[in-house]
């Protein structure tokens, strides 16, 4: 932050402000005066090692930002691409915040409007699916801006097998336009991650390239709030594999959730649970029904991997009753 001239304008819990978060024209913004080549070489050099993270299915709120923090803190540069957001794609956008950098500069200059805990402060307040989207297409919600909810679900369990898989082409799409597109400073990077949570959790799992493999080799995947089970999530049990089943199985894996996470867990109030356990539903039921990666890293023979159960979270996030843990 300091070597390119920037202004802190984020931090953690601890209310220190000293990290720098921004969409990439604000960083160009923010560094115009310097070389390209400068900006590159400092990214290179200050960062412990870089993270790629995917955000959830509502994209880059709530727990989101609250991990990327967590990972600056530490030393770690992250890229997170704001999936779907293409205003002309007609999938997800979101309208996003004009000049983020300095609209949280100014909302972390003074400890009564700090950001760390706010749900939002990326996109433009919306109720769910944004004006935005309503004035873009006459429609009140873009496709891919869905409620999960397992009567649905098991009323057309076909398509809905169908339409994650698709949710998951794009995402795929999405990361290998960031791998074909690398920039030096990651693809150099000492240690490179490939992270995500909730439905980024799920892609950061599934996601298979061998130029990202080689690399995720020096750091390794955090999957988060997924339990890389078969699930309503995933159409068939082999979409739940680490990598795709292509993985390098010394590539280290840590995967956290909450032990009664409402989407993924194994109670019998999760949306999982109540989709594989009813008529026409599909998922793992029974003894395989855990709710974490754990069965799953073992099946495919992992070498170097965690799965910790948050038994303090009984949300689906992890930051609020488990921040400490996570950082950890």
């Not at 304008?9 to 720098?20: L, Y």
């Not at 007609?90 to 749900?119: D, I, M, Q």
């Not at 009664?260 to 594989?276: L, M, R």
Request: proline residues 6%; contains cysteine.
């Amino acid at each position: 932050v300091q070597a390119l001239g920037l202004q802190p304008n984020v931090g953690d819990s601890d209310e220190q402000i000293s990290q720098w978060m921004g969409r990439r024209a604000d960083l160009l913004e923010e560094t115009r005066t310097l070389p390209p080549a400068t900006v590159n070489a400092t990214l290179a050099e200050c960062a412990c090692g870089w993270a790629i993270f995917l955000h959830g299915s509502g994209g880059f709120n709530y727990d989101n930002p609250r991990y990327a923090i967590m990972l600056a803190t530490f030393g770690y540069g992250v890229l997170a691409p704001d999936s779907f957001a293409g205003q002309t794609l007609g999938l997800r956008y979101k309208a996003p915040v004009v000049g983020l950098a300095a609209h949280l500069r100014k909302l972390n200059s003074k400890p009564s409007t700090l950001s760390f805990w706010c749900e939002n402060y990326v996109y433009l307040p919306s109720a769910s699916c944004t004006p935005a989207m309503v004035v873009q297409n006459s429609t009140k919600a873009y496709p891919l801006c869905y409620d999960t909810n397992p009567a649905n679900i098991l009323a057309h369990p076909e398509d809905w097998r169908a339409y994650y898989e698709r949710v998951y082409l794009l995402r795929k799409l999405e990361l290998d336009y960031v791998v074909a597109n690398m920039p030096g400073y990651i693809a150099g990077a000492g240690k490179v991650f490939l992270a995500g949570e909730s439905e980024g959790g799920m892609a950061a799992a599934r996601y298979y390239s061998p130029r990202l493999e080689s690399l995720l080799e020096t750091g390794g995947r955090i999957v988060l709030q997924w339990s890389c089970q078969f699930c309503y999530y995933v159409s068939c049990p082999a979409n739940a594999r680490i990598g795709s089943g292509h993985a390098n199985l010394s590539t280290p894996v840590l995967a956290m959730i909450s032990p009664v996470d409402p989407y993924f867990g194994p109670e019998s109030s999760s949306i999982a649970f109540q989709v594989a356990n009813s008529p026409g539903g599909y998922g793992a039921t029974g003894a395989e029904e855990t709710g974490n990666c754990f069965a799953q890293l073992v099946q495919q023979g992992f070498k170097h991997a965690y799965t910790l159960v948050a038994t303090a979270s009984v949300v689906h996030g992890l930051t609020v009753q488990s921040s400490n843990v996570v950082r950890a």
